[in-house]
């Protein structure tokens, strides 16, 4: 072993620790070590996606409300995955739909297009919180799962106390330090999960907010528009 | 799974394994505590300190019955002219025994005149006529009756004879120029006579050596109670009273004995037999015990049974 990771140091080690372990509590670090990787992954790409998200839809309906041409402006942004713009998507779709026939029933348009584009916001942010709910997992479970590697290391250290008959510092102290670091582990994973989740669906709210307020701003326009087609 | 979340899938990791890289290298150690600079100083308690009776050296020289002598009186004329006054009365007879220092004895002149040797002689067995008769006695005294005999005796030998004591004739007689009486010390010698009784046991074995015995016990076994492992904390605390039977030549006579605990409370009585058993194995590891005072074996409190306190070391 490298001596970096000597046992005999008091050295906050995790390696050393991990390979002191019992299997048990390798199983639990492991998973939560993996547990915190996919955390920090989701915060990081979360926080990049939803800044980027909220920049370009505050940019999308900037540019929304100053176009005139509607017909225009949706064929120039058909290919965008923008939440606003998908949003913006399904309400000119159901207005072609709802339009198109010889005779065009006001109320039940004004409805369709309200549902169509209340799901769409709908759509939206869930798909932009998929990964939110595992945050919240991470976040409440993590704590308990390194509690679980805890009480199991110390349970073994107590029967390998029992076997040594001798209960000296220096035998009891690294199989306490081990299991410990079970429970470090899992408050490493959760505490930024915890936060992060917090944060994020809050963000995701704003987010709501915004596309609801856009698609109510929409729905306005094109129900305007209806009274004025006959 | 989009390209950001991979992008930010591959940060995490990379964050990680940085974390922990760091923190196996010793990024966050705690630095070892400074090590305690002064060794704590063991102090043991002597309950009893006064020194117990312990028994003179019993084979130092009698002191001599007599005082030195200083020869016969000077001059053996001398003392003849005051005979004649005692001599018409026996009363005064008692008188000139004080000044008999005063005439120096001198050994030559009283040889050649044994008849001055009755004259001083303050008993009043030498009749005092016959004292008066050696006056002239440049003659023998041997004819002469029972008084004369220890005269004659004397001059044989006028210093050996007079402490052996056997017959009160032999000590009552010699002027010897001493100042103290003749039945001074009666029945002793003036010879050394070494005492022929053996030398008395001490009374009892004093505090300071039971002490001394306890430390050389002790560092006999510090060895042994090297070895031994401390069972848990707090177990250093506790002070076996172990009691060793022991044989002359320092082996155990029997297994060593627990008798007694001090300094046992809730941290660490769990440990007390455990600790029994480290104490008794130290002392049966590290027997026999080497010099230990031969004198000091079976006397009363000795070291043929010796109880001392013992703690684990550490």
Same mark, same amino acid.
């Given at each position: 072993?490298?001596?970096?990771? *000597?046992?005999?140091?008091?050295?906050?080690?995790?390696?050393?620790?991990?390979?002191?372990?019992? @299997?048990?509590?390798?199983?639990?670090?492991?998973?939560?070590?993996?547990?915190?990787?996919?955390? @920090?992954?989701?915060?990081?790409?979360?926080?990049?996606?939803?800044?980027?998200?909220?920049?370009?839809?505050?940019?999308?309906?900037?540019?929304?409300?100053?176009?005139?041409?509607?017909?225009?402006?949706?064929?120039?942004?058909?290919?965008?995955?923008?939440?606003?713009?998908?949003?913006?998507?399904?309400?000119?779709?159901?207005?072609?739909?709802?339009?198109?026939?010889?005779?065009?029933?006001?109320?039940?348009?004004?409805?369709?297009?309200? %549902?169509?584009?209340?799901?769409?916001?709908?759509?939206?942010?869930? %798909?932009?919180?998929?990964?939110? *709910?595992?945050?919240?997992?991470?976040?409440?479970?993590?704590?308990?799962?390194?509690?679980?590697?805890?009480?199991?290391?110390?349970?073994?250290?107590?029967?390998?106390?029992?076997?040594?008959?001798?209960?000296?510092?220096?035998?009891?102290?690294?199989?306490?330090?081990?299991?410990?670091?079970? %429970?470090?582990?899992?408050?490493?994973?959760?505490?930024?999960?915890?936060?992060?989740?917090?944060?994020?669906?809050?963000?995701? *709210?704003?987010?709501?907010?915004?596309? *609801?307020?856009?698609?109510?701003?929409?729905? %306005?326009?094109?129900?305007?528009?209806?009274?004025?087609?006959? | 799974?989009?390209?950001?979340?991979?992008?930010?899938?591959?940060?995490?990791?990379?964050?990680?394994?940085?974390?922990?890289?760091?923190?196996?290298?010793?990024?966050?150690?705690?630095?070892?505590?400074?090590?305690?600079?002064?060794?704590?100083?063991?102090?043991?308690?002597?309950?009893?300190?006064?020194?117990?009776?312990?028994?003179?050296?019993?084979?130092?020289?009698?002191?001599?019955?007599?005082?030195?002598?200083?020869?016969?009186?000077?001059?053996?004329?001398?003392?003849?002219?005051?005979?004649?006054?005692?001599?018409?009365?026996?009363?005064?007879?008692?008188?000139?025994?004080?000044?008999?220092?005063?005439?120096?004895?001198?050994?030559?002149?009283?040889?050649?005149?044994?008849?001055?040797?009755?004259?001083?002689?303050?008993?009043?067995?030498?009749?005092?006529?016959?004292?008066?008769?050696?006056?002239?006695?440049?003659?023998?005294?041997?004819?002469?009756?029972?008084?004369?005999?220890?005269?004659?005796?004397?001059?044989?030998?006028?210093?050996?004879?007079?402490?052996?004591?056997?017959?009160?004739?032999?000590?009552?007689?010699?002027?010897?120029?001493?100042?103290?009486?003749?039945?001074?010390?009666?029945?002793?010698?003036?010879?050394?006579?070494?005492?022929?009784?053996?030398?008395?046991?001490?009374?009892?074995?004093?505090?300071?050596?039971?002490?001394?015995?306890?430390?050389?016990?002790?560092?006999?076994?510090?060895?042994?109670?090297?070895?031994?492992?401390?069972?848990?904390?707090?177990?250093?605390?506790?002070?076996?009273?172990?009691?060793?039977?022991?044989?002359?030549?320092?082996?155990?006579?029997?297994?060593?004995?627990?008798?007694?605990?001090?300094?046992?409370?809730?941290?660490?009585?769990?440990?007390?037999?455990?600790?029994?058993?480290?104490?008794?194995?130290?002392?049966?590891?590290?027997?026999?015990?080497?010099?230990?005072?031969?004198?000091?074996?079976?006397?009363?409190?000795?070291?043929?049974?010796?109880?001392?306190?013992?703690?684990?070391?550490?």
């Amino acid at each position: 072993m490298n001596p970096v990771f *000597n046992m005999e140091s008091a050295t906050l080690s995790p390696v050393a620790l991990f390979l002191q372990a019992d @299997w048990v509590v390798k199983l639990v670090m492991l998973g939560l070590v993996l547990a915190s990787i996919w955390t @920090w992954a989701i915060i990081l790409s979360f926080s990049a996606r939803v800044r980027r998200t909220r920049k370009e839809m505050a940019k999308f309906e900037r540019e929304f409300w100053k176009t005139d041409d509607i017909d225009a402006f949706h064929r120039a942004k058909a290919d965008s995955d923008l939440p606003s713009a998908r949003v913006f998507a399904a309400g000119v779709q159901e207005w072609r739909r709802s339009t198109a026939g010889k005779s065009i029933d006001r109320d039940g348009t004004r409805e369709r297009l309200a %549902t169509s584009m209340g799901a769409a916001v709908a759509l939206e942010v869930e %798909t932009l919180s998929d990964r939110l *709910n595992i945050l919240a997992t991470v976040g409440s479970v993590a704590p308990f799962v390194g509690l679980f590697g805890t009480v199991w290391g110390i349970m073994r250290s107590f029967t390998s106390i029992a076997q040594a008959q001798n209960s000296s510092l220096a035998v009891v102290a690294p199989g306490i330090a081990e299991a410990l670091f079970a %429970t470090a582990i899992g408050l490493f994973a959760a505490i930024p999960a915890v936060i992060a989740y917090n944060r994020f669906s809050h963000g995701v *709210n704003k987010v709501e907010a915004g596309l *609801n307020r856009f698609a109510d701003g929409f729905h %306005t326009t094109l129900s305007r528009q209806l009274d004025d087609e006959r | 799974m989009e390209r950001g979340e991979k992008i930010a899938l591959g940060a995490a990791v990379a964050g990680h394994v940085v974390l922990f890289g760091l923190l196996s290298v010793g990024f966050l150690a705690t630095p070892n505590p400074e090590q305690l600079t002064a060794k704590p100083i063991e102090v043991s308690l002597a309950e009893d300190v006064a020194l117990e009776q312990a028994s003179p050296n019993p084979t130092a020289e009698a002191a001599p019955s007599v005082a030195p002598e200083q020869g016969a009186p000077e001059d053996a004329a001398a003392p003849e002219p005051a005979p004649p006054e005692p001599a018409p009365e026996p009363a005064p007879q008692p008188a000139p025994a004080p000044p008999q220092p005063r005439p120096e004895p001198a050994p030559r002149a009283a040889r050649p005149a044994p008849a001055p040797v009755p004259a001083p002689k303050p008993k009043p067995q030498p009749r005092p006529t016959p004292a008066a008769e050696p006056k002239p006695a440049p003659t023998k005294p041997a004819p002469k009756a029972a008084p004369a005999k220890p005269a004659q005796t004397a001059p044989a030998r006028p210093a050996a004879t007079k402490g052996s004591g056997k017959s009160p004739t032999a000590t009552a007689s010699r002027p010897r120029g001493s100042r103290l009486g003749d039945d001074f010390l009666k029945g002793l010698s003036d010879r050394d006579t070494p005492s022929r009784t053996e030398a008395a046991p001490a009374a009892k074995m004093g505090a300071q050596a039971a002490a001394d015995i306890g430390s050389a016990i002790l560092r006999q076994v510090q060895p042994c109670a090297n070895r031994q492992v401390t069972p848990g904390p707090g177990a250093e605390r506790i002070r076996v009273a172990i009691n060793l039977k022991l044989n002359r030549d320092g082996s155990l006579a029997a297994r060593p004995r627990v008798v007694g605990h001090s300094g046992v409370d809730g941290d660490n009585e769990r440990y007390v037999a455990r600790v029994d058993d480290l104490a008794i194995a130290t002392f049966v590891g590290c027997s026999p015990l080497r010099g230990l005072p031969e004198e000091l074996y079976d006397v009363q409190n000795g070291w043929s049974s010796f109880t001392l306190r013992y703690k684990l070391p550490g």
